[in-house]
């Protein structure tokens, strides 16, 4: 019987060419990604116009003084009995 083999640590070089495709796609996927982020982003402000700007109004009515009323009490009318036939 015949020793058993060694296993060989030997990795052969990359391509550079495959590493430089993987490079680019990776570097591709993160700026599509980052793009439909911030297309994509709720509330943009697009420059197109203006947010108005909340005023409040220079003057503010205050109610007059206040007056209370005695309740008043009123009779219902008076109710006639409709003619019986």
Do not use: C, H
Not at 2 to 29: C, F, N, Q, W
Not at 51 to 62: L, N, Q, W
Not at 76 to 82: G, H, I, K, R
Request: net charge positive; aromatic share 4%; proline share 14%.
């Amino acid at each position: 019987m015949s020793p058993p083999r060694k296993r060989s640590t030997y990795k052969p070089r990359r391509d550079r060419r495959e590493v430089a495709i993987a490079v680019l796609a990776s570097v591709l996927i993160v700026v599509v990604t980052f793009t439909l982020i911030w297309i994509l982003r709720p509330n943009k402000n697009l420059g197109s116009s203006e947010t108005p700007a909340v005023t409040t109004p220079a003057s503010t009515t205050t109610p007059g003084e206040s007056t209370t009323t005695a309740p008043v009490a009123t009779t219902p009318p008076e109710t006639t009995a409709a003619p019986q036939p």
